[in-house]
Nanobody
Framework: QVQLVESGGGLVQPGGSLRLSCTASGSTFMIYTMAWYRQVPGNQRELAASITGDGNINYADFVKGRFSISRDNAKRTVYLQMNSLKPDDTAVYYC???????????????WGQGTQVTVSS
């Protein structure tokens, strides 16, 4: 079984910073792309940033220059450093990972439970 556990959300003032973490546990033979999505109630979940196993990074336009994604493969962890936060960044942030659980097995996408980020004065 694979679990993704996020942490680091909370309440922050506009212009502030937060760092989200997401750690995979369980059987993870290979972790490919890891990503952060966000969702506002009533809206679709949208990709914020992603990072491949060899470090190729992609950002959504709405976070470029403000957010930074990174990963520590030894710790099976992906991070999202969020700076210059705006009220529009308020959302539940979800971790996603493309994982092969065993040699020769299939790949599948897994989701974390989500962590709330609220940007408000």
């Amino acid at each position: 079984q694979v679990q993704l556990v996020e942490s680091g959300g909370g309440l922050v003032q506009p212009g502030g910073s937060l760092r989200l973490s997401c750690t995979a546990s369980g059987s993870t033979f290979m972790i490919y792309t890891m990503a952060w999505y966000r969702q506002v109630p009533g809206n679709q979940r949208e990709l914020a940033a992603s990072i491949t196993g060899d470090g190729n990074i992609n950002y959504a336009d709405f976070v470029k220059g403000r957010f930074s994604i990174s990963r520590d493969n030894a710790k099976r962890t992906v991070y999202l450093q969020m700076n210059s936060l705006k009220p529009d960044d308020t959302a539940v942030y979800y971790c996603n990972a493309d994982i092969k659980r065993r040699i020769g097995g299939p790949r599948a996408f897994y989701w974390g439970q989500g962590t709330q980020v609220t940007v408000s004065s």
